[in-house]
Every structure is written in structure tokens, then in C-alpha cells.
């Protein structure tokens, strides 16, 4: 670019005759495989690149300036989520690597496909510069994310770069996805192109074709669901595809299936008349379970003691586990993020967009050879109906208890906005409120929700990650954004404001790090101390941040602290006008702790 303006725009320029340098050939690579956006935290360690992608690329992919290399992963991951899409970051050499560990780590966590690149000094001792190319380069430099990263390769010459770029896209979008690494040698990168590189071909496959589950591992799992009396799908990342959503619904209505979407990504509508996740009463009754592409089986339908650390099981002793999905080979042996294996009695190795076809097939060639079997579904189907109006009428009468609090509470705040965007065509970028959005909004189309949050220090990475994958498409994307995230990286929201993100943070500001405080809680209850001390080292006041007048600060809308709930709606209301101008607008609204 000069002055604004794309140098083929330049007069004088000609891309054809611009002199090549290898770190060219990495932005062919990235336009090649289609990479739209890339988050950077700037760093000299890849100048080279840099140069190459705002020159010889003509800023493509179009490059997002982050304050953090923590939020550069977690825009692209958020991207990723969203889109369905692989985005690209870079981070600042070993240094910048390390910054980003943590968020490298959650998208591995959440299978989220994204492409970190990052540099070296260089390798060669005779081209460093004093101390600083020095204390940044390592003799392995990729170990330091080997454990949470799906690839990762550092290039020694550029006739290495096309064959290891192809592998690492490959690998991180193959199921289940997960980040990918790879670092590029400083001098590698500012070195001029001598030789001819061989690309890719038009039209090879960038990655495998999905894996198709053994349909003999499938019917006995379409059986014991038909036949059991209370069946379940506990559905975790399913959603993550194109169509996957549509499937599942039909997967559960052919089979008359109860639902418990685990919320990884949004895989069932939330108010179909067979979800009833969260609904651990349900559960007690189950005697089969299909886990669809789920991690973690113990969490939703175990009771846990966090004061003790004991674990109840809700479930009857002699409920039938199967799975179908990715768990067997999306284990490793460093972090412990697989859970607690509970015993299978069936299990079918494969992709659920290609098994759940398969499984509508064959139930309703079962079906269709069995009335009595198909009037054993319809009477399934209409128990779990009835419970799930009940469950739903049970949630929202619980939100109206202690509804004109000031603070507010967290079912009044869900409802306050969900009142506001229901008539749009909107998207919940994160956080649910400790599940309350969940309760209380009609979560029906497959956008809706890519999926729960997760450690401190991702949401509001994430969340812009989501606005950014839905940036011109007329979407109102929606963050529940706590303020203890936001303290770790405030500086997200001047990216927001310079790449204008139309997004709507609303501020779930319960002044605390609340999660933590409520362990200090129990302890002090368990053992007898003042539990009127629990705050301390947990609170987030005196002083209290003003997060409207931070926003402002950094260049977007910014409102609040309301603490009123008559309040809310008009200052909702405000801050959409702003985001459908294609600018991002900040409520700050007090909540109580819980």
C-alpha cells in the first residue's frame, strides 16, 4: 500500500516485475489456501513477512493490530469457531510465543483451528545481531507449544516452506482440529528469492475427506437407542459443521432421543421439544447415552461437591454408554483435558456429519419394518415434550424471583437483552450468563452460538474473533462480556474501534473475580474462618474500572455503569444503533454476583 492506495494502483508498478524475496513465498502460500485475515502483535522478528503481506500481498490477508499476542490467538480462534474457517496469527518471536502460550493452548483445548506463525533470530550466528536475536532465538523454538499444538515445523531453507505450510493446514483442520505452528527463521524471510518455488496446484486437496464411521459399529448404537426407554444424545462440537445442526435434529426426531447440547458449539435449537440439557432431573431416568463428538461425559451429568471434591454420578449404574466421534484419537499425555474415561458398550470411530446420515438410514428401515417400534419413538418424543415446557415455564419463573434487584441479577440481565435483539437477526458471541441466555432465549438457527466460553483471559478475544467472521453480513453479534476478562486485555477494545468490529459488549460487571471468590467461600465455611474475608485478593473494586469511559478512552461507544434495571433497555437500545453504523458500542450494567 502507499498513501492508502494498492501499489498495483501506483504508477510505475508492476507485481510482475517486483523483485521476490522468500518471505513472498509465504504470502502466496497464505492467498493460496484462502486466509482471509491474519491478528498480529507487531514484532521485528518478522519484518520480512510483514513487509510482504502489506507489499507484495497488497494487505491480503487483510492484517488486524492486536495489544496482546493472547488476543491475536483468540481472534483467530473466535474466527475459526464462528466461521467454520481457519484464520491466521503472528506472534513476535520466541518472546511473542510465549505471551500467546495460554491462548495457543485453550484453542487447542477447543479443537479451534487456527494458524499461529511466529520467528526466529536468525539461525545463522553470523547474521545475528548483538542480544537481541540472541535472547529470541532457540534451539526449538516449537517445544515450547509441542504439547498443545497438532504441528509445528521451523523451516531451514525456503525450499522447505511450501511442503511444511501444506501439512501444518492439512493437519490443523483435519478432526479433530487444533492449532498449528510454524516458524520462520528471520534471515529466512529477508533473504531475496533466487530460486523457483513449486506451489501448490489449482485444485489439490488442502485437506483429507472427512472419516466415515464403520456402519457395523452403527447399528447396534441405532438399536439400543430404539430400544431403551429414556435415550439421550449428549452433543458437544457436532455443530461445528456446515449442516451438522439440521442433522442432528433429524438424527434425534427419527429416533426420539432426548438432547443435551453441551454447548461447545451450538449443535440443537434450544427450544426444540427434545432438548433438555441442563436438566439433570431427566438424566436420573436415562438408561442410554450416545455421546456425539464429546469431550468431556462426566461434567453434565455428575454432581460435583466443590468444597469436598466429590463426585455423585446422576445417572443409574447400569446406563449404557456409546460414542461416536474423535475421543480416542484426540487424547494425549500432557494436559489431562480428556476427562475421566467411563466405560463404552459401543463406540464407532468417525466424523457425525457422515455417521448421523448413516444413523437416520438405518432407523428408518427399523422403524418402517416395525409399528410397534415407531409408536415406542412417538411416545418417547411426546414425554420429553411435556418435560421440556415444564422445564422451560420452571427456569423462567425462576427468573422472576428478586426481578427489580439493583444490582441486577443475572436472569434479569439475559432477559433485559434478549428483549431488546429478539427481533434481530443475531448472534451470542460467548459467555451465557451462567447459562441463564440459555434458559431464556430461543437459540434457533445454527449461527446463533459458536460456542461456550471458556478460561479467564479469552472472552473478549473470542468474541471479537466471532464479530469479525460476521463483519458486513447485517448480523447484530452480541459479547456477555465479565469484567474480570476484560482487566486482562482492555487494550481488545482499541482493536475493535480501529478495525470497526460491530459488536454490542454488554458488561456482565459483578466487581468481583467471582468464580475464585466463591471457592474462598467454601474454604472459609469448610474450616471454620471469617468467610466476610473472602473477597480479598478476589474483588474488583476501590477502585471500581469504569468500563464505558475505558471504552471511550479507546476510541468506541461507551456507556454506563447503569445499576438500575429500568435503565437498561433504552442504553441497550443506544449502543445498537451505534453497532448497526458498523462500530462497536460498550453497556457497562452492574450485576450481583451470581
Known amino acids: 500500500m502507499e498513501d492508502g492506495k494498492p501499489l498495483d494502483a501506483v504508477p510505475g508498478y508492476d507485481r510482475d516485475a517486483y523483485e521476490k524475496y522468500q518471505s513472498d513465498v509465504i504470502v502466496d502460500l497464505m492467498q493460496h489456501y484462502g486466509f482471509k485475515y491474519v491478528a498480529i502483535n507487531p514484532g521485528a522478528s518478522f519484518r520480512g513477512l510483514h513487509d510482504s503481506i502489506v507489499n507484495y500481498g497488497d494487505n491480503s490477508p487483510n492484517m488486524l493490530v492486536c495489544q496482546h499476542e493472547e488476543t491475536a490467538v483468540q481472534i483467530a480462534h473466535g474466527y475459526a469457531r464462528a466461521s467454520g474457517e481457519p484464520m491466521a496469527c503472528i506472534v513476535h518471536d520466541l518472546v511473542g510465543l510465549l505471551h500467546g502460550q495460554m491462548a495457543i493452548y485453550y484453542a487447542f483445548v477447543d479443537r479451534a483451528p487456527v494458524f499461529v506463525i511466529g520467528a526466529t533470530g536468525p539461525m545463522d550466528e553470523s547474521r545475528r545481531r548483538p542480544r537481541s536475536d540472541w535472547s529470541h532465538t532457540a534451539m ?22 511450501v511442503d511444511s505450510f501444506q501439512r501444518a493446514y492439512s493437519s490443523m483442520v483435519t478432526e479433530p482440529a487444533g492449532p498449528i505452528y510454524m516458524c520462520y527463521d528471520a534471515m529466512l524471510q529477508e533473504e531475496k528469492l533466487t530460486a523457483d518455488i513449486r506451489m501448490p496446484a489449482p485444485g489439490t486437496a488442502l485437506a483429507p ?17 430404539l430400544a431403551a426407554e429414556c435415550p439421550y444424545i449428549m452433543a458437544e462440537y457436532s455443530g461445528r459443521h456446515e449442516g451438522s445442526f439440521d442433522k442432528l435434529v433429524e438424527l434425534a426426531e427419527t429416533l426420539g432421543v432426548a438432547v443435551w447440547d453441551l454447548n461447545g458449539s451450538l449443535c440443537f435449537p ?50 449404557l454408554w456409546m460414542e461416536v466421534g474423535f475421543h480416542e484419537i484426540g487424547i494425549g499425555s500432557w494436559a489431562l483435558d480428556y476427562g475421566r474415561y467411563l466405560t463404552k458398550s459401543h463406540s464407532a470411530l ?27 419413538v412417538d411416545a418417547r418424543k411426546a414425554m420429553f415434550a411435556e418435560r421440556s415446557t415444564a422445564l422451560f415455564a420452571k427456569w423462567e419463573a425462576q427468573a422472576l424471583v428478586n426481578r427489580d434487584a439493583s444490582p441486577l441479577t443475572l436472569p434479569r440481565l439475559a432477559q433485559e437483552v434478549w ?19 440459555r434458559k431464556l432465549w430461543n437459540f434457533d438457527k445454527p449461527y446463533q452460538h459458536p460456542g461456550r466460553s471458556l478460561g479467564t483471559s479469552t472472552e473478549i478475544g473470542l468474541s471479537l474473533g466471532c464479530a469479525l467472521a460476521h463483519k458486513d453480513t447485517g448480523k447484530l453479534v452480541v459479547a456477555l462480556q465479565p469484567d474480570g476478562d476484560l482487566m486482562f486485555d482492555a487494550g481488545a477494545l482499541w482493536t475493535a474501534a480501529k478495525h470497526r468490529l460491530p459488536i454490542l459488549i454488554v458488561m456482565f ?73 458498523g462500530k462497536p458500542a460498550l453497556v457497562d450494567i452492574i450485576t450481583q454476583h451470581r
Open 209 to 225: 475427506a472427512p472419516m466415515q464411521a464403520d456402519p457395523a459399529a452403527l447399528e447396534p448404537i441405532v438399536d439400543a437407542l
Open 509 to 581: 460487571n459483578n466487581r468481583a473475580y467471582y468464580n475464585d471468590w466463591e471457592h474462598q467461600i467454601r474454604v472459609a465455611r469448610q474450616r471454620g474462618t471469617d468467610e466476610s474475608k473472602a473477597h480479598i485478593g478476589m474483588d474488583i473494586f476501590d477502585p471500581e474500572p469504569d468500563f464505558g469511559a475505558i471504552a471511550r478512552g479507546m476510541g468506541m461507544y461507551g456507556e454506563g455503569p447503569i445499576e438500575n434495571p429500568a435503565d437498561v433497555a433504552a442504553a441497550l437500545r443506544r449502543a445498537i444503533a451505534v453497532v448497526k453504523s
Open 350 to 376: 468417525g466424523d457425525p456429519r457422515l455417521a448421523m446420515p448413516q444413523m437416520v438410514a438405518i432407523a428408518k428401515a427399523k422403524l418402517a419394518a416395525s409399528p410397534e417400534l415407531q409408536a415406542r
Open 270 to 319: 434450544g427450544r426444540h421439544p427434545q432438548n433438555l440439557s441442563m436438566c439433570t432431573e431427566n438424566l436420573r431416568k436415562t438408561d442410554a447415552i450416545l455421546a456425539l463428538d464429546a469431550r468431556d461425559w462426566e461434567k453434565a451429568t455428575a454432581k460435583l461437591d466443590s468444597t469436598s471434591r466429590t463426585v455423585v454420578s446422576h445417572l443409574k449404574p447400569d446406563v
Open 140 to 161: 526449538n523454538q516449537g517445544e515450547a507449544v509441542r504439547n498443545f499444538t497438532k504441528f509445528d515445523y521451523q523451516p531451514h531453507t525456503i525450499h522447505g516452506v
Open 419 to 437: 428483549d431488546v435483539i429478539k427481533d434481530e437477526d443475531w448472534v451470542l458471541s460467548n459467555g451465557t450468563l451462567k447459562d441463564w441466555a
